[in-house]
């Protein structure tokens, strides 16, 4: 081999080999990112019930500013094309089991009306599926969905209209929701939402029997131009306060059990509620009228990481309603909170300046609570209802 030749073979050799060890090295210590070369995000598949299944062998590194749970960087990418969902699911007997709960970030519950609790359910990091059933508004659960954006997506079947401080569809106008980031099933219709009279496993009325899915729900709110940004390129999360969260805690520091059981109203034993702590998972199993309160998809009992308490004033709004059912709660000011998390009771307060303002929860030497990450369920009771806890 001649000198110019044998120069240049060596010259190739030279730089397939720095070429190979440059990308070996920048693929394992993290420089791809730097020089643009990075795993592409995978979508997630569509699974049963409608709901995205994500890879659950991936690395669970990122945050859900929700409730802290830790997700990959395939969900993250999923959850940052959109803003916060707010759906209205009933608690009725008829209504059981319910559907997508489970996948819920944040829950609230409280009574709608006749001593008949509903939920408001926030999903953000996880993809329910099919939820419901799915049923009407209430005002102060307006005053909880306003502090997951300026315009959080809010899915529900009407709402109490009767003229006066109850009147959510009233409020949903003058708050500039209407058409935009309101959802409601009146103005939206099939196939976003359907009713499916079999799903519940049981006979039902009409009323029991609407649904519609997490990612249908977010498919208008696209078309109306809110995704992960409004209409002017805001950002949900722009205000967001978001709350502090800690890993779970160690095995040995969990106690061996905690119970905590209450009554929404005297005399209504459908809606009693006992949260039963499991050590072994550092969940509270929850139960619902006396029976394991079950998702109708996933078969499971319903969990949460924490169990918040929110003592408010408790009032009927008289607004001439039918028996004057319509309920008002206190949402906003100051109140006391009792925080059951880790197996352990926390008692202490909470605070919301205004209905956009987030309610924060500090312990009773004033410092902010840091949640379990997790599922977060709000119960709001009257002030003076009694817990048992055990």
Known sequence: MDPKTKNLV???LIYVISSALSFVFFARFGGAGSIGISA?????????????????????????????????KQQKAWWEKHRPLGVMIENSTDARPQSGMSFAD?????????????????????????????????????????????????AHVGGANTPG?????GQIDD?????YNDLNQFSIGFPTYWRDYDRAGHEVATEHTMYSSTQKLWDVGATRKLTNVDKDGTSWDTNFVPY???????????????TVSFDFSGGYTDYSVKWVYDPKTNQYLRFNGGQ?????????????????????TEQHANDGYTDNEHMLYGTKGTGKATIFMDGKQVSGSWSKKSRT???????????????????????VLGIGTPLTVK
């Open 292 to 312: 394991a309160h079950m998702d109708r998809d996933t078969k499971k009992q319903m969990t949460a990481s924490d169990v918040v308490v929110l003592f408010m």
């Open 175 to 179: 708050y500039g929701w209407q058409s």
């Open 357 to 379: 303002a987030r309610t924060i929860l500090t312990d009773s030497s004033g410092q902010e609570v840091k949640f379990t990450r997790g599922h977060i369920w709000f119960e």
């Open 244 to 258: 502090k969260f800690k890993d779970d805690a160690a095995s040995s520091a969990r106690p061996a059990s905690q």
């Open 165 to 169: 401080p109850a009147d959510a569809l």
């Open 10 to 12: 060596t010259a190739i």
């Open 40 to 72: 592409p995000i995978v979508s997630p598949k569509i699974g049963a019930d409608q709901q995205a299944v994500f890879d659950a062998s991936l690395p669970k590194t990122e945050e859900c500013p929700i409730n802290g749970a830790m997700y990959s």
């Open 106 to 154: 944040v829950t609230y519950e409280a009574v709608a009306e006749g001593g008949i609790t509903r939920f408001l359910n926030i999903f953000y990091c996880q993809d329910a599926g099919i939820v419901g059933p799915v049923r009407s508004a209430r005002t102060y659960f307006l005053d909880f969905v306003s502090e997951y954006a300026d315009y959080p997506l809010y």
